[in-house]
Structures are given as structure tokens and as C-alpha cells.
């Protein structure tokens, strides 16, 4: 079992170890939290990023968080929304990769963002049913803070917390 907090905010704020960024294939930023992580951290980060070859859908890599308070930022990469039974697997891995990083480079502490359901568009309630259930299933001491950018985001995932 993992603990999970839901929260409305700003990922960049988020105070602890990790904060998990929703990226895209290049990591080398984009627009919505993506972007908003990038111009956070400043510069460095693109430099870094630029040496990491880049990230499979489904996968998940860890940078330094440079002007961000939090230690780390692992970038992980949602699938695009295709109405099919393979997006609900790679999104699950973004979760399962991201909180295997989090343990391994000694974490307690890391915030989810709502991958997918942005730009990529994956289905809110969806989604967050497959967040929910893969962070709570995963074993570890980890408390995950899911940070919601909009209520009605934030609503979707309280909806399946509080089932
Ligand atoms: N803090 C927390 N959540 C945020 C923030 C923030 N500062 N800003 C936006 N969100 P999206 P995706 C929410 O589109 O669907 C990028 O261009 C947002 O409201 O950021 O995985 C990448 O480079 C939404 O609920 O990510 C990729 O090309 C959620 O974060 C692509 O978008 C995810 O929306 C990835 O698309």
C-alpha cells in the first residue's frame, strides 16, 4: 500500500522529494504542467534532459529540480488518449516507473500531476481510476500527493478516493 493525498495547486510549489512531471517523448519540455515545470526549474534542466536520450511512452527518468523546492523531478510520459486497451496499461506503467525511481533514489515524499488528461487527452475519471488504484496497490512507505490543477480534475479524482 502507498498513501495518497489529493490536493488542488501547483506541482512547482510542492515542498518534499520528487515531483513527477507529465512529458513527452523528447523531455525537452512542452506546454501545460510540462512546461510550467521547465520554466520553474530555469535552464539547467533542458541541459540535463538534453542527455538523457529521451523517454519512452509508459517509462520514466529522473533529472535534479534545479530552482524547484522539491530534489527531483521524474519525468515520466503518458500515453495519448487512443481508446484502446494499451492505454490503460502504458498509463499505469507511468505510475508503477515513477514510484519505483521515487524508492530507489530514496524518496518519501513525491507528487503526481493528472497525466494524460491534458493535452493528451485521456479520460479524467478514467485516468484518475487507474492513478488511484496503481498508487494505492504499489508497496512502499511513500506518501504520493496528487496535485490537481483545476477542481473539476480535483473532484474526479476525490470522487474515486472517497469510493
Ligand atoms: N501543476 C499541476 N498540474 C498542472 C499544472 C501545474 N502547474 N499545469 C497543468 N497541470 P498536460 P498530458 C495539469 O497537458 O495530458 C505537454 O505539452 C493539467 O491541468 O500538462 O500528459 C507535454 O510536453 C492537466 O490536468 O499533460 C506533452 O507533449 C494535467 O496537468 C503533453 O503536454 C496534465 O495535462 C503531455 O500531455
Given at each position: ?91 499505469k506503467s507511468c505510475y508503477v516507473n515513477s514510484l519505483r ?33 496503481t498508487?494505492?496497490?504499489y ?25
Open positions: 500500500m502507498t498513501a495518497i493525498e489529493l490536493k488542488l495547486g501547483d506541482i512547482t510549489k510542492f515542498n518534499g522529494d520528487a515531483i513527477v512531471n507529465a512529458a513527452n517523448e523528447s523531455l525537452m519540455g512542452g506546454g501545460g504542467v510540462d512546461g510550467a515545470i521547465h520554466y520553474a526549474a530555469g535552464p539547467e534542466l533542458n541541459n540535463e534532459c538534453a542527455r538523457l536520450n529521451g523517454c519512452r511512452t509508459g517509462e520514466a527518468k529522473i533529472t535534479a529540480a534545479y530552482r524547484l523546492p522539491a530534489k527531483y523531478i521524474i519525468h515520466t510520459v503518458g500515453p495519448v488518449w487512443h481508446a484502446q486497451p494499451s492505454d490503460a496499461k502504458k498509463l525511481l521515487a524508492i530507489q533514489n530514496d524518496c518519501k515524499t513525491v507528487a503526481f500531476p493528472s497525466i494524460s488528461t491534458g493535452a493528451y487527452g485521456y479520460p479524467v475519471s478514467a485516468a484518475a481510476r487507474i492513478a488511484i488504484t498508487i494505492q496497490n508497496p512502499s512507505n511513500l506518501i504520493a500527493t496528487i496535485i490537481c490543477y483545476d477542481r473539476k480534475t480535483f473532484q474526479a479524482y476525490q470522487a474515486i478516493l472517497n469510493r
